[in-house]
Every structure is written in structure tokens, then in C-alpha cells.
């Protein structure tokens, strides 16, 4: 699980560059799942 949020990171980063960027007509939504794994036993 450590090494698996390199997808997340960069969609958050594109929604932030896009955002500062502010590019006319544009509209960006994204939709992001978190998940924690335990270890159980």
C-alpha cells in the first residue's frame, strides 16, 4: 500500500495545475477513492 498512490498524486496534481491555469471552457471534475488496508489477524 505504500507505493500505491502514484495515481492519485498526479490526478490531484492535474486538477491543481488546471486550477491555476483557469484555461477558458474548460470544466474539470474529478472523482477520487481512498482506501486504508489493515492488516487483520
Same mark, same amino acid.
Given at each position: 500500500?505504500? !507505493?500505491?498512490?502514484?495515481? %492519485? &498524486?498526479?490526478?490531484l ?5 488546471? $486550477?491555476?491555469?483557469?484555461? %477558458?471552457?474548460?470544466? &474539470?471534475a474529478?472523482?477520487? *477513492?481512498?482506501? #486504508? $488496508? !489493515? #492488516? *487483520? $489477524?
Amino acid at each position: 500500500m505504500k !507505493f500505491d498512490m502514484g495515481g %492519485l &498524486v498526479a490526478d490531484l496534481g492535474d486538477a491543481k495545475a488546471i $486550477g491555476q491555469i483557469k484555461p %477558458l471552457g474548460v470544466e &474539470v471534475a474529478t472523482l477520487d *477513492c481512498y482506501a #486504508i $488496508g !489493515f #492488516i *487483520c $489477524g
